[in-house]
């Protein structure tokens, strides 16, 4: 359907729109879904995004005059992702996909069993939050590239200390060696926690924030949640076994 045809057609029938920045946002954690069981894109409340009970990325529409989905959804909407202009969920349970100037509605996905994203938003609980500024080009330096590839045979402990109002990585490759790295100061310099991270997952973060400040939340213990912001975005990694 044509975009004036379908503005025509649909004036007032939407509870949540994204725009471009939001759709090119998704775009970057859409790698989630990919190697994920749930491969769509979901939808509840305000928020859409995705997980893989691992890690959660979500956008946040920012109308205020919109209400927003009230039922949990799913849509296979991934390839459309990568050229979509707009999207628009629509009252009667519908995604409106924009590709240049044609729009296509797609139903939702049936019969998957979908986390509500938007309570794992709004309802985790943490013990510190702060203003994080990156101090390593994330994409450059050697110690982090080694780091995020390690796995399989070659695992050695790699652990995120919040300390000091900074966080540092500190890794052990065997029992005479250890690596050290600074990778963001904090604002806060009462944060204090050693936590285990995946590191891809985490590097998936500073690709997009791109060195630029956000915030960070921590909870109260190593087996509590890790959440990544700015604006209307979110990414929340849950930790892994801390070895000691």
């Given at each position: 359907?044509?975009?004036?045809?379908?503005?025509?057609?649909?004036?007032?029938?939407?509870?949540?729109?994204?725009?471009?920045?939001?759709?090119?946002?998704?775009?970057?954690?859409?790698?989630?879904?990919?190697?994920?069981?749930?491969?769509?894109?979901?939808?509840?409340?305000?928020?859409?995004?995705?997980?893989?009970?691992?890690?959660?990325?979500?956008?946040?529409?920012?109308?205020?005059?919109?209400?927003?989905?009230?039922?949990?959804?799913?849509?296979?909407?991934?390839?459309?992702?990568?050229?979509?202009?707009?999207?628009?969920?629509?009252?009667?349970?519908?995604?409106?996909?924009?590709?240049?100037?044609?729009?296509?509605?797609?139903?939702?996905?049936?019969?998957?069993?979908?986390?509500?994203?938007?309570?794992?938003?709004?309802?985790?609980?943490?013990?510190?939050?702060?203003?994080?500024y990156?101090?390593?080009?994330?994409?450059?330096?050697?110690?982090?590239?080694?780091?995020?590839?390690?796995?399989?045979?070659?695992?050695?402990?790699?652990?995120?200390?919040?300390?000091?109002?900074?966080?540092?990585?500190?890794?052990?490759?065997?029992?005479?060696?250890?690596?050290?790295?600074?990778?963001?100061?904090?604002?806060?310099?009462k944060?204090?926690?050693?936590?285990?991270?995946?590191?891809?997952?985490?590097?998936?973060?500073?690709?997009?924030?791109?060195?630029?400040?956000?915030?960070?939340?921590?909870?109260?213990n190593?087996?509590?949640?890790?959440?990544?912001?700015?604006?209307?975005?979110?990414?929340?990694?849950?930790?892994?076994?801390?070895?000691?």
């Open positions: 359907m044509n975009i004036t045809e379908y503005k025509s057609k649909n004036e007032g029938k939407q509870v949540l729109v994204l725009r471009k920045d939001d759709i090119k946002t998704l775009n970057h954690f859409a790698s989630i879904a990919k190697s994920g069981e749930l491969k769509g894109l979901i939808v509840v409340g305000k928020y859409a995004g995705f997980t893989d009970t691992y890690r959660l990325a979500t956008v946040k529409d920012t109308h205020e005059e919109l209400a927003g989905s009230d039922t949990i959804r799913i849509y296979n909407i991934l390839d459309d992702l990568k050229k979509a202009n707009s999207i628009a969920v629509l009252k009667d349970g519908k995604i409106a996909v924009q590709i240049e100037m044609e729009v296509t509605e797609y139903e939702p996905m049936e019969d998957i069993k979908v986390p509500n994203i938007s309570k794992v938003v709004e309802d985790l609980e943490y013990e510190s939050y702060s203003g994080a990156p101090v390593i080009n994330f994409t450059e330096d050697i110690v982090w590239k080694m780091l995020k590839t390690v796995s399989g045979s070659e695992y050695f402990t790699r652990f995120f200390n919040f300390e000091n109002g900074k966080v540092t990585v500190e890794a052990y490759p065997n029992d005479e060696s250890k690596l050290f790295l600074e990778i963001m100061e904090l604002d806060n310099s944060a204090s926690l050693k936590t285990a991270l995946n590191f891809k997952y985490v590097d998936l973060w500073f690709k997009w924030i791109k060195g630029n400040k956000f915030n960070i939340a921590t909870g109260k190593n087996r509590s949640a890790v959440k990544f912001s700015k604006d209307n975005t979110n990414y929340i990694i849950m930790p892994l076994a801390l070895r000691s």
